[in-house]
């Protein structure tokens, strides 16, 4: 009787035991989610137009920690933090070093400048938004351009925006008017509707005027042209004409100015995308803080109307046009979304 009740003590003893590993185990397997993520960005306008998102949702202001750097080491500093041979000390606060300012905490979410989106695109350190949680009806609303541009090599979609920059021919009303006989855009397009048309276009303005008139590639050489008086146009991006020539006297130079689509087809040339690392510790609040930029109708429109961005929202842009938004003084009270919609 004596050797069964120890033999049964030591069972329970045994399973104690086995117990008490299992609880310390369990415990040590919990998962704790981060409250914050840490985002990665290369100037102020990301971070104005986060505001609009903070505004609209005051739960999300203290869930982010936003790291702006200058944009001559930001593309240097995201490599490094996703490829370098430090990657796991970099998805860590570090503390000061050597009088340094402490490293920054290793990306959520980045922002990438279209001219290197394509280096992302296939990185095994990028999630889609399928799997951060974005569906279909989701992008439904977006540029067809802003999904497709992102797509990896398997056909998923893997950043986001919330605008787009597209391109349209800027031209002088008075040049056209004087030289042509007309200034409306459908009338002057048939006169730049493709470089053979065009070319033969300059000639005659040339003859007629006995000046050496000029198209110039970019809005920047409008800019940097000091002879900008014999510029019949240009092509601007959509950024430019709504937040510099309307704002600067300078280049305006009191002329009314008129928007095309010109001799070639619209582009892309700029725009900021967002990725979302592999490595996000809180991918939920990511896809909450990424939806409510991108895809939010209400935040888009009031981000439209205060700022004028091209933003990503076909149905916002539509009601924009139809309820006047985008005319403009420069333009002479014309609209110019009804081309660079296109």
Same mark, same amino acid.
């Given at each position: 009787?004596?050797?069964?009740?120890?033999?049964?003590?030591?069972?329970?003893?045994?399973?104690?035991?086995?117990?008490?590993? *299992?609880?310390?185990?369990?415990?040590?397997?919990?998962?704790?989610?981060?409250?914050?993520?840490?985002?990665?960005?290369?100037?102020?306008?990301?971070?104005?137009?986060?505001?609009?998102?903070?505004?609209?949702?005051?739960?999300?202001?203290?869930?982010?920690?936003?790291?702006? &750097?200058?944009?001559? %080491?930001?593309?240097?500093?995201?490599?490094?933090?996703?490829? *370098?041979?430090?990657?796991?000390?970099?998805?860590?606060?570090?503390?000061?070093?050597? *009088?340094?300012?402490?490293?920054?905490?290793?990306?959520?979410?980045?922002?990438?400048?279209?001219?290197?989106?394509?280096?992302?695109?296939?990185?095994?350190?990028?999630?889609? &938004?399928?799997?951060?949680?974005?569906?279909?009806?989701?992008?439904?609303?977006?540029?067809?351009?802003?999904?497709?541009?992102?797509?990896?090599?398997?056909? +998923?979609?893997?950043?986001?925006?919330? +605008?787009?920059?597209?391109?349209?021919?800027?031209?002088?009303?008075?040049?056209?008017?004087?030289?042509?006989?007309? %200034?409306?855009?459908?009338?002057?397009?048939?006169?730049?509707?493709?470089?053979?048309?065009?070319?033969?276009?300059?000639?005659?303005?040339?003859?007629?005027? *006995?000046?050496?008139?000029?198209?110039?590639?970019?809005?920047?050489?409008?800019?940097?042209?000091?002879?900008?008086?014999?510029?019949?146009?240009?092509?601007?991006?959509?950024?430019?004409?709504?937040?510099?020539?309307?704002?600067?006297?300078?280049?305006?130079?009191?002329?009314?100015?008129?928007?095309?689509?010109?001799?070639?087809?619209?582009?892309?040339?700029?725009?900021?995308?967002?990725?979302?690392?592999?490595?996000?510790?809180?991918?939920?609040?990511?896809?909450?803080?990424?939806?409510?930029?991108?895809? %939010?109708?209400?935040?888009?429109?009031?981000?439209?109307?205060? %700022?004028?961005?091209?933003?990503?929202?076909? +149905?916002?842009?539509?009601?924009?046009?139809?309820?006047?938004?985008?005319? &403009?003084?420069? &333009?002479?009270?014309?609209?110019?979304?009804?081309?660079?919609?296109?």
């Amino acid at each position: 009787m004596r050797k069964v009740r120890i033999c049964l003590m030591l069972c329970a003893c045994f399973f104690t035991f086995l117990a008490g590993c *299992g609880s310390k185990q369990t415990e040590a397997d919990v998962e704790v989610v981060p409250a914050t993520i840490c985002i990665y960005s290369y100037n102020d306008e990301f971070t104005d137009r986060l505001e609009y998102v903070f505004n609209a949702h005051p739960d999300l202001r203290d869930k982010v920690e936003l790291v702006t &750097l200058s944009p001559e %080491e930001y593309k240097n500093t995201i490599d490094t933090c996703l490829y *370098g041979e430090n990657e796991e000390q970099n998805k860590e606060e570090t503390t000061q070093e050597s *009088g340094d300012k402490p490293k920054p905490k290793y990306p959520d979410v980045f922002i990438a400048d279209y001219s290197y989106i394509s280096e992302y695109l296939d990185s095994e350190k990028i999630l889609t &938004l399928e799997e951060i949680g974005f569906n279909e009806d989701d992008l439904s609303q977006m540029y067809p351009f802003t999904t497709e541009s992102v797509k990896d090599s398997e056909g +998923k979609v893997r950043a986001i925006t919330w +605008k787009l920059d597209p391109v349209a021919f800027v031209y002088r009303k008075s040049m056209a008017s004087e030289y042509l006989g007309m %200034e409306e855009r459908k009338d002057v397009q048939s006169f730049v509707k493709d470089e053979h048309t065009l070319d033969d276009t300059l000639i005659a303005m040339k003859k007629k005027s *006995g000046k050496d008139i000029r198209v110039l590639d970019s809005a920047y050489d409008y800019a940097q042209d000091k002879t900008a008086n014999t510029v019949f146009g240009f092509y601007a991006d959509c950024d430019w004409l709504t937040k510099t020539l309307t704002n600067d006297k300078r280049l305006s130079a009191g002329d009314k100015w008129g928007v095309c689509d010109g001799p070639y087809e619209h582009e892309i040339t700029s725009g900021e995308w967002l990725f979302v690392t592999k490595e996000c510790q809180n991918i939920e609040l990511a896809h909450d803080m990424l939806k409510a930029l991108c895809c %939010e109708e209400n935040i888009l429109k009031t981000i439209q109307e205060n %700022e004028s961005d091209f933003v990503n929202s076909k +149905k916002v842009m539509s009601n924009a046009f139809h309820s006047g938004k985008g005319k &403009l003084d420069v &333009l002479g009270g014309e609209d110019y979304i009804e081309v660079y919609d296109k």
